[in-house]
């Protein structure tokens, strides 16, 4: 399987984006997706997760509230819908996978599939 990201780009404070992410040579239905983001200078921070088998999601405290993961069955891709956007959220967006539900879906040693990446500026 392979993930594309894309969707990143430049937007205000306060301001939404939605990120897209592609799986090819497998279906996003039978995947345990997650998104990352990394700024600059820091470590690669979970953003969220959804279970695959029941399309739970799980969020990290800085986003909980903000964004919303969904998957897209007709597009084989799964989405980050970002809203009320900061100037803290400005990061290089990373979706990764996994087949198997991980209790640690948090932690990006758990993710053995990574798309590329996709750059997201808030600007203040």
């Excluded at 799964?78 to 809203?83: A, D, I, P, R, Y």
């Excluded at 539900?101 to 203040?124: A, E, F, K, N, P």
């Amino acid at each position: 399987v392979q993930l594309q990201a894309s969707g990143g780009g430049l937007v205000m404070d306060g301001g939404s984006l939605r990120l897209s992410c592609a799986a090819s040579g497998g279906t996003v239905r039978s995947l345990n997706m997650a998104w990352f983001r990394q700024a600059p200078g820091k470590e690669r921070e979970f953003v969220g997760a959804m279970r695959q088998s029941v399309t739970t999601t799980y969020y990290g405290d800085s986003v909980k509230g903000r964004f919303t993961i969904s998957r897209d069955n007709a597009k084989n891709a799964v989405t980050l819908q970002m809203n009320s956007l900061k100037p803290e959220d400005t990061a290089v967006y990373y979706c990764a996978a996994r087949y198997a539900w991980s209790l640690r879906y948090y932690s990006r040693d758990q993710y053995s599939i990574w798309g590329q990446g996709t750059l997201v500026t808030v600007s203040s």
